[in-house]
């Protein structure tokens, strides 16, 4: 217990000293509209650049994170830094974009969430519909009734609320259904296995019916491949994300991809 201890305070004070140094970065990932083919956004992901151990997901220190605070100051930082990002692309391509930020576990539990991302909303030009709050399914169900106050009070500040990694988890139909979110985002492994598995075949359709009684949008995660993005298209998923268009990347290979696609088709006709 005292090495973890050790260990917490320790990952504490190096990553307020990594944001004092700029060691935090944002990787972007397109989400896309297949047909008709237009821009969704981007999911903008935390990444960690630290001298010795290179790039660093929020996965590998988010246990040693717990209760510290410091999920929460790292989403917001996020949030901040993808607005910050977007700007500057919306000042150059005229494309409307709507930017993707996860939110953490202890971050969406944490009683200043709310306090928070209005503090984010109030402090850059975002405007209604630009950001998407991504609660991983686990995490929403967990405790329904928190999940559905959150989410009132961010559908009012005008934020699209995600459920990310959806279907590969319990969840009730009846708390989905008070959520009143307006996305599912179905989770990667469903879709890596979707053809070679009936059965997470038979959970895409699934949710894609679901949706569709919900009034909810639907985004595949992890799509890799143009023959699971015909299967998509076929149920009737029309938006995806995934190494088949991208993967995630640094700011300027985004804004490299943003400007290529915008001229010229990226997409599987
Ligand atoms: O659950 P969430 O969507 O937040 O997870 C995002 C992570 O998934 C990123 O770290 C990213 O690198 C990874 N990822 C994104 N697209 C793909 C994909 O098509 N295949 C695989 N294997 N991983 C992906
Ligand atoms: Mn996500």
Redesign the pocket.
């Known amino acids: 217990m005292h090495n973890r201890a050790v260990h917490r305070l320790k990952l504490e004070s190096d990553l307020r000293t990594a944001l004092n140094r700029n060691e935090f970065r944002v990787?972007y990932?397109p989400m896309l509209r297949i047909s008709p083919r237009e821009w969704i956004g981007f999911?903008a992901?935390f990444?960690w650049q630290h001298p010795q151990h290179g790039l660093i997901?929020p996965?590998e220190f988010l246990a040693a994170a717990e209760g510290t605070g410091l999920m929460a100051l790292i989403d917001q930082w996020v949030i901040r830094e993808a607005y910050r990002q977007i700007h500057h692309w919306q000042s150059e391509i005229d494309i409307p974009l709507r930017i993707a930020v996860?939110l953490s576990a202890p971050h969406f539990t944490s009683p200043k969430l709310i306090d928070g991302i209005r503090y984010c909303l109030s402090d850059s030009s975002i405007s209604e519909g630009k950001l998407q709050l991504?609660v991983?399914a686990l995490v929403a169900m967990r405790n329904p009734a928190h999940t559905v106050e959150m989410f009132t009070q961010m559908k009012r500040m005008g934020v699209v609320i995600a459920i990310?990694?959806f279907g590969n988890s319990d969840f009730s139909l009846a708390s989905l259904r008070r959520f009143g979110c307006d996305l599912l985002?179905i989770?990667?492994a469903l879709?890596?296995n979707m053809q070679a598995d009936r059965t997470s075949h038979d959970v895409v359709e699934l949710i894609l019916a679901m949706a569709c009684k919900l009034n909810c949008e639907v985004i595949a995660?992890?799509?890799?491949k143009a023959a699971q993005l015909d299967d998509l298209g076929s149920m009737g998923c029309n938006s995806a994300?995934?190494?088949?268009?991208s993967?995630?990347l640094d700011p300027q290979a985004a804004q490299q991809y943003l400007r290529k696609a915008r001229t010229v088709s990226v997409l599987p006709s």
């Open positions: 990787l990932q999911e992901l990444r997901a996965d996860n991504e991983n990310d990694d985002k989770d990667r879709i890596t995660e992890g799509v890799e994300q995934g190494y088949f268009f993967s995630p």
